[in-house]
């Protein structure tokens, strides 16, 4: 089974400084790790994800995350925020195989200040 | 628009009616699932398709929920005698399987219900 805890639940930013959210996972077998980004009455979209490989990732809007194996976290920054970075985030995470459900974080509301 | 449509985006019932929504998924995806997001919480896997098979439901789908995709493309959610508790987000996602895309779901703006 996979699970996900997202440390704090509000993280506020000045704009320009570095945004970071934090993602511990626990899962029996290797994961695919994802973060999504969630507007104001739309759906979830797809920041980035780890699957395979380097264990940086980059995805879109400045996002990147690190894929730590020996601290199963995958946490999300960002240098530079900017005020349309402001939303709800979650991270995600999914088993390997046949496993094709994702489990989610309680999320994360990120505010930034002028 | 190519993505995950929903419909309705919105519902308001009272307490004990049924209520159903749609989903149309992308159209070459052949995975469909089901989420459920309250307030303050993160989407919950409820269900999910592939093609018309319904593959795998989670304990939070009791009995007076049903999910159908029948014809392997579009899918319904039934909730039947609704509780307070039922009020929620309903996401659908879509996926295709194998290949680079790691079976990346995409999500559509989801149904808002809510029970009075």
């Known amino acids: 089974a996979q699970s996900v805890t997202q440390l704090g639940s509000h993280v506020s930013v000045s704009e320009g400084a570095l945004v970071l959210l934090r993602c511990n996972y626990s899962?029996?077998?290797?994961?695919?790790l994802f973060w999504y980004v969630q507007y104001p009455n739309q759906g979830l979209q797809l920041l980035l994800k780890?699957?395979?490989?380097?264990?940086l990732v980059k995805g879109i809007n400045g996002f990147e995350a690190e894929f730590k194996k020996s601290e199963t976290s995958f946490h999300l920054t960002k240098p530079s925020a900017h005020m349309s970075d402001a939303a709800e985030y979650f991270c995600?995470?999914?088993?390997?195989?046949?496993?094709?459900?994702?489990?989610f974080g309680a999320g994360t509301t990120v505010t930034v200040r002028a | 628009d190519t993505g995950v449509s929903q419909d309705p985006r919105h519902k308001i019932t009272k307490r004990g009616q049924n209520v159903t929504f749609r989903c149309d998924p992308i159209?070459?995806?052949?995975?469909l699932y089901w989420y459920r997001q309250t307030l303050g919480q993160g989407p919950e896997f409820l269900t999910y398709?592939?093609?018309?098979?319904?593959?795998?439901k989670s304990r939070l789908l009791s009995d007076r929920f049903s999910a159908e995709r029948p014809k392997g493309s579009f899918s319904t959610l039934e909730i039947q005698r609704t509780e307070q508790g039922d009020s929620a987000m309903y996401l659908c996602?879509?996926?295709?399987?194998?290949?680079?895309?790691?079976?990346?779901?995409?999500f559509g703006p989801g149904t808002r219900l809510t029970v009075l």
């Open positions: 398709f592939q093609n018309e098979a319904q593959l795998e």
């Open positions: 780890y699957t395979t490989g380097a264990t």
């Open positions: 899962s029996s077998v290797p994961p695919y």
């Open positions: 159209s070459e995806h052949n995975r």
């Open positions: 995600a995470v999914r088993g390997r195989a046949n496993d094709y459900k994702l489990s």
């Open positions: 996602a879509s996926s295709k399987p194998g290949g680079s895309s790691y079976n990346e779901q995409f």
